[in-house]
């Protein structure tokens, strides 16, 4: 069914440098929506390009995660967002709405509020991002089509695997030298070193408070 149980190490996950390029398979991807599972997902900018190096265009990213994580009945247990793609770690509430509709309500909320914010500010971006559909129709495009990627984890034990490995990405590419270092995760507050919000960020869900499937 797609789903990964039972695992100890980053290795056993499956991870690899490879990860990085992954997106390749995309179209592909086939949602689990089994209930009880997290769901570990990674979409990527139009084009891999690195469009979240603008704290703009992340805070935007931000206030749809939120808001699409309450219309849609998620838990955000952790995050990290790269300069060219994002990684969430979710799980869903009793009633919650399909995979593919928690991303959409990420996704076009975000690429819209990001258009505006790049018109407002005649942003040469917007041509970058602007591409011809066909003759005479013309779309923005923020985020790469397709489902990105999708790994059912089945255990507490496999998702904080998972965080963990997600929260070094920033160190991996040399951005920070310890995963505490790059704000856009939720590294500080899941490692314990930070109990206070931070309003640019998602809220996040202790994996304490998830009873285990």
């Avoid at 109990?195 to 009873?211: M, R």
Wanted: charge should be positive.
């Amino acid at each position: 069914m797609g789903a990964t149980a039972g695992l100890s190490s980053s290795a056993e996950l499956g991870y690899t440098s490879a990860m990085e390029e992954l997106f390749t398979h995309r179209k592909k991807v086939h949602h689990f929506d089994e209930p009880g599972h997290f769901h570990e997902l990674t979409f990527s900018c139009y084009n891999r390009m690195p469009l979240l190096n603008n704290d703009s265009c992340r805070l935007l990213l931000t206030e749809s995660v939120d808001r699409a994580m309450r219309r849609h009945g998620y838990l955000l247990i952790a995050f990290v967002y790269m300069p060219e793609h994002v990684h969430l770690l979710v799980f869903p509430q009793d009633g919650a709405s399909r995979i593919d509709r928690l991303l959409k309500a990420i996704k076009r909320p975000s690429s819209y509020r990001i258009k505006q914010l790049l018109t407002n500010t005649r942003s040469p971006l917007l041509a970058k991002l602007t591409i011809l559909q066909r003759p005479g129709v013309t779309a923005f495009r923020f985020w790469q089509e397709g489902p990105g990627y999708d790994r059912n984890l089945t255990s507490l034990k496999t998702a904080l695997t998972a965080a963990q490995y997600l929260h070094r990405n920033p160190v991996r590419r040399g951005l920070v030298t310890t995963e505490i270092e790059w704000r856009w995760s939720s590294a500080i507050h899941f490692l314990g070193f930070c109990d206070e919000p931070d309003s640019g960020l998602p809220v996040i869900t202790s994996l304490s408070e998830i009873v285990s499937p």
